[in-house]
């Protein structure tokens, strides 16, 4: 099956890059990944954040629109204070359905960077493509109704991870007031 992705797009704080080189990332094969959407790659600028500080979700189509809520008051102002770039790539390598995230699609080559385009504030970009109608930013308390208020949407995530071996001791300090509903969680599925 052919191709016919023209472009997709890559956020990094690291700017002036020429190339875009793939790297070993979270499922264990060396990409280079990119989105079809603009507005994801500028979240990934900051190297600082994670699930544990945002909850992310849809591919930036008219059907699927990006969500990117704040977890907890401040967060975004912390993480997202950084500058970085927005680079445009060739789409001809890039396939989907490799990771599972609709938005995402990967490279198993380096790509040469296309175009560059500075982004100064990643969180006065995402105020602003907020504004434009490109992603839906929800500033904590706002958050849509089907996300728990107290973040516990995080502890499965989480028992995921350590599962995975990877280590969670930021959640708790993040969120000192859900252990004891992940100590349950954990509990009930060990029964």
Do not use: C
């Not at 979240?43 to 969500?67: A, E, H, M, Q, R």
């Not at 907020?130 to 028992?159: A, C, H, M, T, W």
Request: proline share 4%.
């Amino acid at each position: 099956m052919e191709n016919k992705l023209k472009y997709v797009y890559h956020g990094s704080i690291k700017q002036g890059l020429k190339k875009i080189r793939k790297h070993k990332g979270t499922h264990g094969k060396a990409w280079v990944y990119g989105t079809l959407s603009k507005a994801i790659p500028i979240i990934f600028i900051s190297d600082k954040g994670s699930d544990l500080y945002y909850f992310l979700s849809g591919n930036g189509s008219k059907d699927n629109p990006v969500i990117i809520v704040e977890r907890k008051e401040g967060m975004f102002k912390e993480i997202f204070n950084v500058s970085g770039s927005l680079y445009t790539l060739s789409g001809k390598n890039f396939m989907a359905e490799k990771t599972g995230w609709s938005a995402e699609v990967v490279s198993e080559f380096d790509e040469e960077v296309i175009y560059e385009e500075h982004i100064n504030n990643v969180f006065e970009k995402l105020k602003e493509l907020n504004d434009e109608g490109e992603l839906k930013l929800y500033l904590y308390p706002n958050r849509p109704d089907f996300l728990p208020k107290d973040n516990s949407d995080l502890i499965p995530k989480v028992i995921k991870w350590q599962e995975r071996g990877i280590n969670i001791e930021s959640f708790f300090k993040l969120y000192p007031e859900l252990k004891v509903k992940y100590l349950e969680r954990l509990a009930e599925d060990e029964k």
